[in-house]
C-alpha cells in the first residue's frame, strides 16, 4: 500500500513535459505534439477571446491546461469552459486542475455529440490545440466548418500550427482567416489561425 501511495505521488509530480513525451510515444497521431504549448502561445491564443461575449468558450485538445490557463486568465469564469480530452490521463489531470470546469473525455471530431449533449447557446470561442494536420483536409474542414457553425456571429475558431500554412485555406470554406506573427518563444514557434465565418 505504501509503495503504491508512493508510486502516485511520484507520478503527480511528473513535469507536463514528460507527460506529453509519453503520450506522444504511445500515440503520435492523436497528441500531436511533444510538449505542451508555451505560456507566450496559450496567452496569444487567449487573446483573440473576446470575454464580454456571451456563451461558453469550448477547448478542444487542451493536454494539460496550458491554454485552458490562458483563458481563465484572460478572464473566463471556469464554468464557461467546456474542454473535450481524448487522453484519460490528460482528463484526470484538467478535472483536478480546474474546478468549475466541464471536463470531457472525448473525440472532438465526433462533434454531433459534443453539440447534442454540452452545446445550448451558441458559443463565444472555440480554441483549439488539435493536430489537425494528421488529418485528411475533408475531416479538418467539415470540423471547423461545424465549430463556426456552432459560434457566435463573429466569434473565433482559434488554432495555432507549426505549419507554413493554414490548416484549412480560405478558397475551401466560407469564412475569414488572419495569421500572428510566429510565436517564437514556443518550442517549435508557431502561428495562430483564427477563422470567422462570414457576416450576411
Known amino acids: 500500500m505504501l509503495k503504491q501511495l508512493r508510486n502516485a505521488s511520484l507520478k503527480a509530480r511528473l513535469p507536463d513535459e514528460i507527460r506529453f513525451l509519453q ?15 508555451s505560456p507566450a502561445l496559450a496567452r496569444r491564443m487567449a487573446s483573440y477571446i473576446n470575454p464580454e461575449q456571451s456563451g461558453n468558450i469550448l477547448e478542444l485538445g487542451p493536454g494539460t491546461g496550458a491554454v485552458t490557463h490562458a483563458v481563465l486568465e484572460r478572464g473566463i469564469d471556469p464554468k464557461r469552459v467546456i474542454a473535450v480530452e481524448y487522453s484519460s490521463q490528460f482528463v484526470d489531470i484538467l478535472s483536478d486542475r480546474f474546478a ?13 455529440t459534443l453539440i447534442e449533449d ?11 490545440s488539435l493536430p489537425l494536420f494528421t488529418k485528411p483536409m475533408t475531416q479538418r474542414k467539415r470540423l471547423i466548418d461545424l465549430c463556426l457553425k456552432s459560434l457566435a456571429p463573429g466569434a473565433p475558431f482559434i488554432q495555432f500550427s507549426y505549419a507554413l500554412v493554414p490548416p484549412v485555406p480560405t478558397k475551401a470554406g466560407h469564412f475569414d482567416l488572419e495569421v500572428s506573427n ?7 514557434p508557431a502561428r495562430v489561425w483564427v477563422y470567422r465565418r462570414y457576416q450576411n
Open 23 to 37: 503520450q506522444w510515444f504511445d500515440n503520435p497521431l492523436k497528441t500531436g505534439a511533444v510538449a505542451p504549448s
Open 182 to 188: 510566429w510565436v517564437v518563444g514556443n518550442l517549435p
Open 100 to 112: 468549475g470546469a466541464t471536463v470531457v473525455q472525448g473525440d472532438a471530431y465526433n462533434f454531433e
Open 118 to 128: 454540452y452545446m445550448h447557446e451558441p458559443l463565444a470561442a472555440v480554441v483549439s
